[in-house]
């Protein structure tokens, strides 16, 4: 059975983009994008939200055998090609990518589906989504990697009505003080 497991760049009061939507000062270096790709690798199935899919969906252009970018950025853009998406979404009526569908409405129940069914593990990104996934409680683990940056207000990452208990399984730090917290959910 795959995990469900909730992922994000945040700052470290919390929040994935700053009050003017910016998210900037989330952008990976070499060494970070180098171990978010060992962990995405692992992904077969990416749940997005629309707005968080309209920022994604950019890496369906990139050319992942040119070289006019970084290769820890080609090597994303085929690791993001091969895996389905998801897309929840009211107002989309087609993908603009590859191997993904959309979703009118969150279903708890269809993620359940899709957990047990899957043979790799799936990830829920997106404030509102992610929300909605804790909430419903089909979220295994949360991966957070917490930017050296206080932004002071925006979207934040976690929602404020939701309580749950969190074991901290794995952790790391890296050389620009971006630090990666695994926890699971008990």
């Not at 009505?161 to 003080?177: S, T, V, Y």
């Amino acid at each position: 059975m795959a995990k469900l497991i909730y992922s994000g760049v945040i700052s470290l009061d919390g929040y994935l983009a700053d009050k003017e939507g910016r998210f900037d000062w989330s952008v990976p270096d070499t060494e970070v994008h180098t171990f978010i790709n060992a962990f995405e690798r692992t992904i077969g199935t990416f749940l997005y939200g629309r707005r968080l899919y309209e920022v994604m969906v950019a890496w369906e252009a990139v050319d992942p055998d040119g070289d006019d970018i970084p290769e820890t950025e080609r090597e994303y853009a085929r690791i993001w090609k091969a895996a389905d998406k998801v897309v929840y979404s009211r107002t989309l009526d087609a993908p603009a990518s590859e191997r993904t569908r959309i979703t009118r409405d969150f279903d708890p129940e269809g993620v359940r589906r899709l957990k047990e069914t899957s043979d790799r593990d799936i990830t829920v990104g997106g404030a509102e989504l992610g929300a909605a996934a804790l909430k419903a409680g089909v979220v295994d683990e949360c991966h957070l990697y917490l930017s050296p940056v206080l932004v002071g207000g925006g979207t934040r990452w976690f929602p404020d009505d939701i309580f749950a208990k969190l074991r901290l399984a794995d952790e790391r730090r890296f050389g620009n003080g971006v630090v990666f917290l695994r926890y699971v959910l008990s």
